[in-house]
């Protein structure tokens, strides 16, 4: 703050220099050139437009249950509830949406074979009567559904998204925005699947609350966007990315990626083993601390009215949870990556009490 709070896009700073070289040392694959913007939804319109730019075609592939983003571009792709896109259309032409792998309530059966068998067979029909790969910049993801209900796809998605990509010469975008920066227990939720996207979008806890957020890919993809092609005044400013770098020494020093993966461990046991006495929860299903509990009724349809009066009685008790999924009918429990033992039982305490008030 006292240094340089402030350079528009007129002088490169040394915050942006080295957050952008420690964004590259920790991201994927050859993922070494950094755009930086000031929010989420900023990052996902860059990405939209650098794919655009660099393949010279216009289609987008989103996911139903997907959430990019307020803005237009990012509105577009978004497909967790319309109440969203209410009063806002036309959006950006030339967006399709495809399922997204929800082994739990895939309509053609359960497992993970049928639940990938029913989404690419849907892509691929998708591909071949409504739009031409030829036709298509890119296919954007998140590695773990976010909003749309902490979806965690079957291993094989992934891999099976970046093959296809590959055979049709279609980029493939993982926005990273909520799955990223340690949340699942790794740097970025792709690195559990092995797949190196073509561009990642990434924001939210990046500079742990001051507004920054990135685009991420390769220079050979980068080096093809044309200077002034894209811009921001406040996009990666001096003071968020000394916070970005003072995140990233956080990480380091306090084992943060450890802790998430050991406590998401211990969360998602002790839900495993709440569910085996809970007929109400549904499913229990998460990476490292992102983690989402699916609540239902008897008939397995699902219910929203548990979840509001579940997350009413933690906050009565000082506990904040939030909601998520296209029914709203998930608890969606994102603790703290630094949450301590003390504090993660602190917080059973009061969500087990609260299931056995409500839904015992
Ligand atoms: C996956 C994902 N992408 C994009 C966004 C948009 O981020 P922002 O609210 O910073 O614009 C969000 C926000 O929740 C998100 O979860």
Known sequence: MDKLVHTSVVAHHQPAIELAERIAALAPGKLDKIFFAN??????????????????????????????????????????????????????PGVYHVPYPYAYRNPSGPGDEATLDYVFDFIAQMLDTRVPPKNVAAFIVEPVLGEGGYVVPPAAFMPRLRELCDEHGILLIADEVQSGYGRTGKMFACEHTGVVPDIMTLAKSIASGLPLSAVVASSKLMDRWEPAAHGSTFGGNPVSCAAGIATLDVFEREGILENAREKGEQLLGRLRELQTRVGAIGDVRGLGLMIGVELVEKNGKPDKHLQKHIRQICLDSGLVILSCGTEDNVLRLVPPLNISESELNEGWEILSAAFHEAAA
């Open 39 to 92: 929010s989420g939804a900023e990052a996902v319109e860059g990405a939209i437009k650098l794919a655009r730019y660099v393949t010279g075609k216009s289609a987008l592939i989103a996911f139903q249950g997907a959430f990019h983003g307020r803005t237009y571009g990012a509105l577009s792709l978004t497909a967790s509830k319309s109440y969203y896109r209410e009063r806002y259309e036309p959006f950006l």
